[in-house]
């Protein structure tokens, strides 16, 4: 079974808003990491947060960790169009010797 | 610098043929990752080399799949008798393979078996 799990599956907001993605995953990690996709091609990484992190930020993203809860957040804020891509949530699973586990994404549509 | 490289981008071939995708990973990066992804889909991790070390390969599906590193350097993943569910996009990545690593992955292979 997929350790990353996101939700929602799809989400559609208008350019100017923000986008809340969640994940959560079942066992214990070093890292947790988001990645972005388009066009069903290669993944950009985004952020990085480590298991000792709560909260981290990078431009417009802000990623949290709640490890008690298993769950990450990622929000972009001030979307723009360009940001319509797929988002994915990987786990560096302890013992896991740095091969990580990927979500099944979330489809991120912003209205321009 | 260059990024990781894959060839070729697209490759169709007819179900029962042997297909070999390749990937160049970014100088200098000890670990390499194969992924599989069909469409909508998540991905699927499929072997995982790091250094000298036996490479990670128990995510291949079956004995059909089999992959390469040589030199530490390029890396080849060969399907064998191919399959139309083989059919997915072929993703390599590379990185350093550290406690905190950060994969950077190749734009892919999309391979379409008839």
């Known amino acids: 079974s997929q350790q990353g799990e996101e939700d929602p599956q799809a989400l559609s907001i208008q350019e100017g808003e923000n986008a809340t993605m969640n994940c959560s995953y079942k066992?214990?990690?070093?890292?947790l990491q988001w990645y972005r996709q388009n066009s069903g091609r290669g993944l950009v990484h985004l952020i990085l947060i480590r298991s000792n992190e709560r909260e981290k930020h990078s431009g417009r993203l802000r990623v949290t960790l709640d490890t008690s809860k298993k769950s990450s957040s990622l929000l972009i804020t001030a979307s723009r169009a360009a940001d319509t891509a797929s988002y994915f949530c990987a786990t560096d699973d302890t013992g896991a010797n740095s091969k990580l586990t990927f979500g099944k994404g979330i489809t991120l549509s912003v209205r321009p | 610098g260059a990024g990781v490289s894959q060839s070729p981008s697209n490759k169709v071939t007819e179900k029962g043929k042997d297909v070999e995708l390749r990937c160049d990973p970014i100088s200098g990066h000890t670990a390499l990752y194969w992924y599989r992804q069909s469409l909508g889909q998540g991905l699927e991790f499929l072997i995982y080399f790091q250094g000298n070390s036996a490479p990670d390969k128990s995510g291949l599906p079956s004995d059909r799949f089999s992959a390469e590193r040589t030199g530490g350097s390029v890396s080849t993943l060969t399907i064998q008798r191919t399959q139309q569910e083989d059919s997915a996009v072929y993703l390599c990545?590379?990185?350093?393979?550290?406690?905190?690593?950060?994969?950077?992955f190749g734009p892919g292979t999309r391979l379409t078996v008839l």
């Open positions: 066992t214990s990690i070093n890292n």
């Open positions: 990545a590379s990185g350093q393979g550290a406690l905190y690593n950060e994969q950077f």
